[in-house]
Every structure is written in C-alpha cells, then in structure tokens.
C-alpha cells in the first residue's frame, strides 16, 4: 500500500472534527487515513499550530522523500566513457559485468539524459523510408527467392554458417566495401573489392571463399544489387547457396543492415573514399565491432560466439 502525504483540504477536515470533539481513530475512520496520521496533527493543533502551517510544514518534509539520486564514483565513470569510447552501449556496460556498476541499465540511461554522460555516444536511432518509397536502383532479373532458402534450410536460425551481404558505397558512388555477417555469431566480415562492378564483387568474393576450408558456409542472401549479378558462378565455384530478398524489404536482412549502420559510425562513413583506404583499415573497423559485446548473445563478444562454432583455421583467415 502506497503512502500520500495528508492534503490541504483533509488537514481542513480534521481540524474543524478535532473542534467538535471526535476522537482521533473517529477522525481516521471518516477520512479512510491511518490513525497515526491523525494523531501527529492533533498533536501539533494542541500545540497551537494552524493548519496552514501544519501544510507548510507537510510539503517540507515530502521534499525529503523518495530515493536519492545515484552519484557514480569518479572511477566507475572513467570505465564507462572509456567502454563508450570503444562503442559499447549502457545495456552492454552493465551486462557485460567486467567492472561493477553502481547502477542499473535504466538508471545509466537517465544520466545520459541529465548531461552526465555524452548522448552522442548512445547508440544509433534506427530509420526507416517513408511510406510508398519506391527502389530506384539495379535489380536483379533471375535469382533465388529467401523463399527457397526456407525450403532448403529450413533450420537456418539455428545453425552456424549462414551469411547475409550487401555493399556499402563510399563518396560520390565511386566505390564500395563487401559486408558479409554470419547470422548464428552476428561477426561481421568486411572485404574490399577493386570496384563496384559486378566483376568486381565477384573476384573478391572468390579470392575470399578461395581463403577458407570448403564449405565452411552454407549460404548467403544478399539484396537486389546488380553488384550481384554474377551470383551464379560465386555460388556454384563455391559450392554455397545463394538468395535474395524480396525488393524493398531490408527487415529480411536486419542484421546485414543493423551491421552496416554500425561499420558506418565505427569507421566507414559515406563520405569517406573506400579507394583511399587499406584491406587492413576496413578489417580493423569490423574486428573492433566483432570485439564488442552484444546483449542478444547474452553478453558475449560474435568472435567469441564464432569461436565456438569454427576452428581456428577459419577464424585466422577471415577478413
């Protein structure tokens, strides 16, 4: 049962009873208040106090109520803005439970809000395209449907190896980076191809697969590019299945999309000329988003997920 302090109007009430001789638990009976309550201000009318000061005295003291705000020690703060710093996000920062933290996940989001912490750091805001949006961009003419990647692998959420990939695009449309993350680890793998052509997706790919045990994946869907047209000789020099999801539906591949918006705050931002940059930059900013804990892998890092379902040989060679 929640306790509300005495109002104006009631400390009114038992004044004009207390004049007229009720008793105190009569007094409480007809308001529906403890009796204690009313005792305490029979008590201060006896002293000769009015009500008005009764009040005062009321709204005082509820001042005091309540829990106290949560100060974080000075060293408890350094750990945060340094995880922040290597992008982890509060739910992570506490989750993850390397350090321990004086507060909870809902607590350290307000003191974003209060200015104690920077809210830039916080994690990206998702968007979405108006409604009626309409691709403009090249589509693919023939392809497999993520229907029949269903059909085929009908327990894809479960198992280790299946990718889904795209391109992101640098400044002015001149050039690109090959995203490719493993669904079950959500580690991401970032390749870059010599250009944004066709050809070009398709001998980066390769050299790639070329790089790792046979069949060390099982399938990978991809979006309606026609950087990737040439689907069909990938799919069958490598022995993977490849699909594609339907036309304007990005949620049937969040987390290529989710990662992609990630790799672009880490380090791979559109303005940037992916042409300018070493296979070694890209691979470090996908390594320093494979090194940070997610809460749907219940704290873990997606290399240590990966780990678990690759050896050793894959992990050393994937880029």
Known sequence: MSYTHLTKTELIFIEKYFEVGLKGRQIAEKLQRGHESIYRVIRQLKEGKTVIEI????????????????????????????????????????????????????????????????????????????????????????????????????????????????????????????????????????IKPEGRKAHDIESSLTNWFQELPRNSFKSIIFDNGKEFSNWKEISNEQDIDIYFADPGTPSQRALNENSNGLLRKSGLPKEMDFRSVTQAFISSVSSRRNNIPRKSLNYQTPIECFMKHAGNEVLSRLI
């Open 55 to 190: 009040y005062r005295q009321y709204k005082k003291n509820k001042q005091k109520c309540g829990s106290k705000p949560i100060q974080l020690p000075q060293g408890e703060i350094n750990y945060i803005n340094k995880k922040l710093d290597e992008d982890w996000n509060p739910d992570v920062i506490i989750g993850r439970k390397e350090e321990p933290i004086s507060c909870s996940t809902k607590t350290l989001y307000r003191m974003f809000k209060k200015g104690i912490f920077n809210q830039e750091k916080l994690p990206m805001k998702g968007k979405r395209k108006p409604n009626g949006h309409q691709e403009k961009r090249g589509k693919q003419a023939f392809k497999r449907s993520i229907k029949d990647r269903d059909q085929e692998h009908p327990n894809y959420e479960k198992e280790f190896g299946h990718l889904e990939g795209d391109t992101i695009v640098g400044r002015q449309h001149k050039s690109a980076v090959i995203t490719l993350v493993e669904r079950r680890s959500k580690c991401i793998i970032t």
